[in-house]
């Protein structure tokens, strides 16, 4: 299994409520990754996750929470979000270890609207 | 600090025609090179890889070679068909053991029948 699946594919929120995105692999990576894509934009880093600690936080608002409950799940916590927040959400994730053959296998991601 | 340029788009061309999207980079040491490509309303795919100085990475007729003496790794390819129509990212992994990737602002390529 190469893939890395993202739930849910579309996901319309207003700014009170409070919604989880759902990453999964089983390819026995140690590393994920939450970006962060605008249109016609490059994705833009949030979090790592190595080992299931929080390695990497990219000054990201603390309206995102993210969480790796184990080696193969990551979520990204939504609440409160505004309206610039809307972009496409994606995951992915990498063997561990410094190599430079650490290349990221990415989701299809998670297409956020904030109403 | 580390970055990767790419030329500007959006690179309209004929099916059959020679592609070459051009990327340079900048950065200390030798970091890993890769070109990935997403297609509308999708997520990144690894297009291909080079890991050292002189490495040509390749894959579905596309291919990049690491020049170190020019800091570059364009993007070449033979024949393009119209499933190739997608936007293509220049990505450096950045130094350390973080395995943070670093893009290009992507190029839109537009193939016509």
């Known amino acids: 299994d190469t893939e890395v699946t993202q739930t849910p594919k579309h996901l319309v929120m207003g700014m009170t409520n409070k919604k989880s995105l759902k990453c999964e692999q089983h390819?026995?990576?140690?590393?994920m990754y939450w970006y962060k894509q605008k249109a016609k934009k490059p994705p833009e880093l949030m979090f790592v996750?190595?080992?299931?600690?929080?390695?990497i936080n990219e000054s990201v608002p603390s309206r995102f929470s993210p969480e790796c409950p184990n080696s193969s799940l990551l979520n990204l916590h939504l609440h409160a979000l505004q309206p610039e927040d809307s972009a496409l959400y994606l995951c992915?994730?990498?063997?561990?270890?410094?190599?430079?053959?650490?290349?990221?296998?990415f989701g299809p991601g998670t297409r956020l609207t904030v109403l | 600090g580390n970055s990767v340029t790419q030329m500007e788009g959006p690179v309209t061309l004929s099916e059959e025609a020679f592609l070459t999207i051009n990327c340079t980079y900048t950065?200390?040491?030798?970091?890993?090179l890769f070109w990935y490509v997403q297609y509308p309303g999708e997520g990144l795919q690894l297009l291909l890889k080079?890991?050292?100085?002189?490495d040509k990475g390749s894959n579905k007729g596309f291919e990049a070679t690491y020049r170190k003496e020019t800091t570059s790794f364009h993007l070449e390819k033979g024949s393009v068909q119209v499933s190739d129509s997608a936007v293509y990212f220049c990505?450096?992994?950045?130094?350390?053991?973080?395995?943070?990737?670093?893009f290009g602002t992507g190029t839109l390529l537009a193939v016509q029948p």
């Open positions: 080079a890991t050292k100085a002189d």
């Open positions: 990505a450096l992994r950045d130094g350390g053991a973080t395995n943070k990737l670093i």
């Open positions: 992915a994730s990498s063997q561990e270890g410094g190599s430079s053959y650490n290349e990221q296998f």
């Open positions: 996750y190595s080992y299931e600690k929080l390695s």
């Open positions: 950065a200390t040491g030798y970091p890993s």
């Open positions: 390819m026995g990576h140690r590393a």
